[in-house]
């Protein structure tokens, strides 16, 4: 059998701080997510595990993101 999917949909309500924070990480994990693909093609790395080694410190250290977020960037 197949998997069941269920799609919700939600509505985010955040203050105007988290609303501003919110925005301030998906602009990073945008610009990270760029510099990644630039530096796999650069270095011809595609590989998850390859291009963790080249990119995970420096987007963590460049972006400020959290561990979490580098490895979905690097995905």
């Known amino acids: 059998m197949g998997d069941v999917k269920l799609v919700v949909q939600v509505r985010l309500l955040p203050t105007p701080e ?9 602009r990073a994990v945008n610009d990270a997510a ?7 093609h650069s270095q011809r790395v595609f590989r998850n595990y390859d291009l963790r080694k080249h990119a995970y410190g420096q987007i963590k250290d460049n972006y400020g993101l959290a561990a979490q977020a580098a490895q979905h960037v690097i995905k």
């Open 34 to 40: 760029t510099w990644v693909a630039a530096l796999a």
């Open 18 to 26: 988290q609303a501003a924070a919110l925005e301030a990480t998906l």
